[in-house]
């Protein structure tokens, strides 16, 4: 599986990155999620690599030991990372409906990972900070509208975070590779970021792929006759699109609903 990029999607070349600042005079305490958003953006631009605390500090334009003030190290900034980054998983509204919720769920989270695909390389986090609380209370919340047993909640919520997790991994692994694909010129026009529907997977891929490895005309023609079906889905075009994944939600989501249907009245 490839894996994902380390810096932020749609970035135009050239375009400074947003700096956190205050007007002199009015300058705003530094606190742990400050620096946290600091080191977001920073993560965002430039990718989870650039993140140190001296890279922080000049970011904010204050001295490295400062920090220190603020956080202990930078696992404990990690973690803050971790909990501002979950602030883009909160609904505003619960739904009564908790399909509706699970989906909105789902679409949220992706777009999080969409927008800070850093976040996929730190992994879950232990601890609990707010937003992580309040995220994992929303998913009980709506998993309780389908079960009344917490270990049934739990599984329905793990499940739901592994498609999305998983889904996204192969999304941003697949825009990652199209991206090394394309011609330069085509770069202007289509700046990496949330997946489009041009094809990673084609026809042309898996000859290159398949040709190369022939060691004679022959074997080349044995190649191209050796995977009908495959090629037959190559020519489809599978860059890792939004459908995609919404396909995957609903085949979930319809699952859950036949798991946890009620039992229909027995006759007596």
């Known amino acids: 599986m490839a894996a994902p990029p380390s810096a932020a999607p749609g970035r135009p070349p050239g375009k400074p990155m947003a700096r956190v600042s205050t007007p002199p005079g009015c ?17 965002d631009a430039e990718g989870l690599a650039a993140v140190s605390m001296r890279r922080i500090a000049a970011h904010l334009g204050v001295g490295t030991m400062t920090l220190y003030h603020h956080v202990r190290d930078k696992d404990e900034l990690t973690g803050l990372m971790w909990d501002a980054f979950l602030a883009g998983h909160l609904l505003d509204e619960i739904p009564e409906d908790w399909r509706d919720g699970l989906t ?15 976040a996929l390389r730190i992994g879950i986090r232990r601890g609990f900070g ?7 209370e929303q998913c ?3 998993a309780s509208k389908i079960t009344d047993d917490p270990q ?45 529907a041009q094809p990673v997977f084609s026809v042309q891929v898996l000859d290159a792929q398949v040709l190369n490895r022939a060691q004679s005309a022959e074997d ?3 190649a191209e006759k050796e995977y009908p079906r495959l090629r037959a889905i190559a020519a489809l075009g599978c860059g890792y699109t939004a459908p995609r994944f919404e396909q995957a ?16 009245p027995t006759d007596q």
Not at 130 to 136: A, D, G, T, V
Not at 170 to 192: T, Y
């Open 140 to 142: 009980l919340t709506v």
């Open 249 to 264: 939600l609903k085949w979930l989501l319809d699952g859950i609903a036949v798991a946890y249907a009620p039992e229909p």
């Open 220 to 222: 080349a023609q044995t």
């Open 130 to 136: 707010p937003n992580k609380l309040r995220h994992i």
């Open 152 to 196: 049934d909640q739990l599984r329905i919520i793990h499940s739901l975070n592994d498609l999305v997790v998983g889904c996204t991994l192969r999304e941003l692994g697949d825009r990652e590779d199209f991206d090394r694909r394309r011609p330069p010129a085509a770069d202007a026009q289509n700046r990496p970021g949330v997946p489009t």
């Open 27 to 43: 300058r705003t305490p530094l606190s742990g999620e400050r620096l946290a958003l600091a080191a977001m953006e920073i993560a």
């Open 104 to 118: 909105q769920i789902a679409r949220r989270a992706r777009r999080s990972f969409q927008e800070h695909p850093w």
